[in-house]
């Protein structure tokens, strides 16, 4: 099954476009936030992906997953 395949199959069974898109953007907003709260133990993140992290919900969010903001600095 492709990427593409799986995540048109998910987003027929729960009727949300947007919310297949918001589960990895709020995934990796948890990678790179909740272990300087504590929550987690940090993990690396690929330069592409942080390149490009911003593009996916620009200031906005996406689907629940609030703003996109990185790690506090």
């Given at each position: 099954?492709?990427?593409?395949?799986?995540a048109a199959s998910i987003?027929?069974?729960?009727g949300d476009?947007?919310?297949v898109i918001g589960m990895p953007v709020g995934a990796l907003?948890?990678?790179l936030v909740h272990p300087a709260q504590g929550f987690m133990i940090e993990r690396p993140v690929p330069d592409?992906?942080?390149a490009r992290r911003g593009r996916a919900s620009p200031g906005q969010?996406?689907?629940?997953?609030?703003?996109?903001v990185g790690p506090p600095r």
């Open positions: 099954m492709t990427f593409e395949e799986y987003a027929a069974s729960i476009d947007l919310m907003r948890r990678l592409e992906v942080e969010g996406l689907a629940g997953t609030g703003p996109t």
